[in-house]
T-cell receptor, first 112, second 113 residues
Framework: DQQVKQNSPSLSVQEGRISILNCDYT??????FLWYKKYPAEGPTFLISISSIKDKNEDGRFTVFLNKSAKHLSLHIVPSQPGDSAVYFC???????????FGQGTRLTINP | DSGVTQTPKHLITATGQRVTLRCSPRSGDLSVYWYQQSLDQGLQFLIQYYNGEERAKGNILERFSAQQFPDLHSELNLSSLELGDSALYFCASSVSGNTDTQYFGPGTRLTVL
């Protein structure tokens, strides 16, 4: 039962352009969503989060959008930089349940 | 650097053996979580401790156990190891154990031969 899905295993973007990573979820009890970035041989690094009471949260080059009716969230990175090349995981948690449910990840490659 | 430390970084052992993975949370964090990432898999939640008490359990095998000590560090014990237990094991910590951001350690790569 894949409650959080990242349907694109990989994404390739030109340096300086916008990267858009997508995530869908099925559990309507999820109320907190996070994006993590992971380099090989390292742990996931927290990037940005959003609560279900918001539809947008911005932090520098990173913006997360939440569409509750579509059960969809996206991470926008602009402008994309070579150091952004990594695997990106979206994760969700439900009120009262502390565990994070992760998607399978999307490998982002930024081409110079 | 997330502030979460895990030891050892790598562990190679044989089937049937037992190992202990250690995690120290960020200063001030009361909650510790353990996750497993197998090859080509996402991160799977195993177990959570909050201030020394087990708070939530996920897909953790009976051969696995964990505890959180008074100084808040945590250990994950894996016994009767099988080849399929080879994976990355991550520890994360958060302030309260409720809906808040979890910060991850660098992981322990376990290889069972």
């Amino acid at each position: 039962d894949q409650q959080v899905k990242q349907n694109s295993p990989s994404l390739s973007v030109q340096e300086g352009r916008i990267s858009i990573l997508n995530c869908d979820y099925t559990n309507s009890m999820f109320d907190y969503f996070l994006w993590y970035k992971k380099y090989p041989a390292e742990g996931p690094t927290f990037l940005i989060s959003i609560s279900s009471i918001k539809d947008k949260n911005e932090d520098g080059r990173f913006t997360v959008f939440l569409n509750k009716s579509a059960k969809h969230l996206s991470l926008h990175i602009v402008p994309s930089q070579p150091g952004d090349s990594a695997v990106y995981f979206c994760a969700a948690s439900a009120r009262g349940a502390q565990k994070l449910v992760f998607g399978q990840g999307t490998r982002l490659t930024i081409n110079p | 650097d997330s502030g979460v430390t895990q030891t050892p970084k790598h562990l190679i052992t044989a089937t049937g053996q037992r190992v202990t993975l250690r995690c120290s949370p960020r200063s001030g964090d009361l909650s510790v979580y353990w996750y497993q990432q197998s090859l080509d898999q996402g991160l799977q939640f195993l177990i959570q401790y909050y201030n020394g008490e087990e708070r939530a359990k996920g897909n953790i095998l009976e051969r696995f156990s964990a505890q959180q000590f008074p100084d808040l560090h945590s250990e994950l014990n894996l016994s009767s190891l099988e080849l399929g237990d080879s994976a990355l094991y991550f520890c994360a910590s958060s302030v309260s154990g409720n809906t808040d951001t979890q910060y991850f350690g660098p992981g322990t790569r376990l290889t069972v031969l």
